[in-house]
């Protein structure tokens, strides 16, 4: 199973980017799949995350900026972030919780990370 993640770059204040992330491999179920930050000298952090039935959940400080979505067939989460501030910079990673099989226990796999830099 991999997780493969694009998206990132620099962007101004205020900007806007849409991170991707696909998963592969042999893949039962994904719940949930989601995105998590971790900026420099900081512990990572939930950035959001969206169930199998597309119940999301976000950190305060990202609500009404971000919009988590997922395309189940594709295995692919989404995450637009618009009206970026400084303080969003960071390494984005994308995470899934799934199950190769039925029998199998749930596994956390993370992407390899991308980079979001938001500055003038």
């Known amino acids: 199973v991999q997780l493969q993640a694009s998206g990132g770059g620099l962007v101004q204040p205020g900007g806007s980017l849409r991170l991707s992330c696909a998963a592969s491999?042999?893949?039962?179920?994904?719940?949930?799949m989601g995105w998590y930050r971790q900026a420099p000298g900081e512990q990572r952090e939930l950035v959001a995350d969206?169930?199998?039935?597309?119940?999301?959940d976000y950190v305060d400080a990202v609500k009404g900026r971000f919009t988590i979505s997922r395309d189940n067939a594709k295995k692919t989460v989404y995450l637009q972030m618009n009206s970026l501030k400084p303080e969003d910079t960071a390494v984005y990673y994308c995470?899934?919780?799934?199950?190769?099989?039925?029998?199998?226990?749930?596994?956390?796999?993370w992407g390899q990370g991308t980079q979001v830099t938001v500055s003038s």
């Open positions: 969206i169930t199998n039935a597309g119940n999301s």
């Open positions: 995470h899934a919780r799934l199950k190769i099989t039925i029998a199998h226990p749930w596994y956390n796999y």
């Open positions: 491999g042999s893949i039962f179920t994904i719940d949930p």
